[in-house]
């Protein structure tokens, strides 16, 4: 007797594709779904009346060398008023100097430290 249908193709050995980790896959799957949805970020939360603001996930390196030029030019103001100054006023000018001069001090030897860990990593 002649067969009328033909004889299914032969099945793929498929072991390749059962060691895959479902973890994986999903972890895969919601990258892909995040890269192509994009969600909207969350709008940063801020007081009323503020007028500045850090910008959020700035690197402390940054944060350092920023502090640090501010305090260089507040430094420098000081500095010059208190030239200007005489008697117990030029004594405050001078105590605001000195502690401007010590923040300096210490947010150079933060950016110091940072450098230090990055290079020893």
């Given at each position: 007797?002649?067969?009328?249908?033909?004889?299914?193709?032969?099945?793929e050995d498929l072991s390749a594709y059962t060691t895959l980790d479902s973890k994986k896959?999903?972890?895969?799957?919601?990258?892909a779904l995040n890269i192509h949805l994009s969600?909207?970020?969350p709008?940063?939360?801020?007081?009323?009346?503020?007028?500045?603001?850090?910008?959020?996930?700035?690197?402390?390196?940054?944060?350092l060398t920023t502090l640090s030029e501010t305090l260089a030019s507040a430094d420098a103001l000081?500095?010059?008023l208190t030239f200007d100054l005489e008697g117990s006023r030029r004594h405050v000018a001078?105590?605001?100097?000195?502690?401007?001069e010590l923040a300096?001090?210490?947010?150079?030897?933060?950016l110091d430290d940072l450098e230090l860990a990055d290079s020893t990593q």
């Open positions: 007797m002649v067969k009328i249908t033909p004889n299914p193709p032969r099945a896959l999903r972890e895969a799957a919601d990258r969600p909207t970020p709008k940063p939360d801020t007081q009323d009346g503020q007028v500045f603001t850090v910008v959020p996930g700035l690197n402390t390196e940054s944060v000081v500095s010059d001078l105590g605001i100097q000195q502690l401007i300096k001090l210490l947010a150079n030897r933060a």
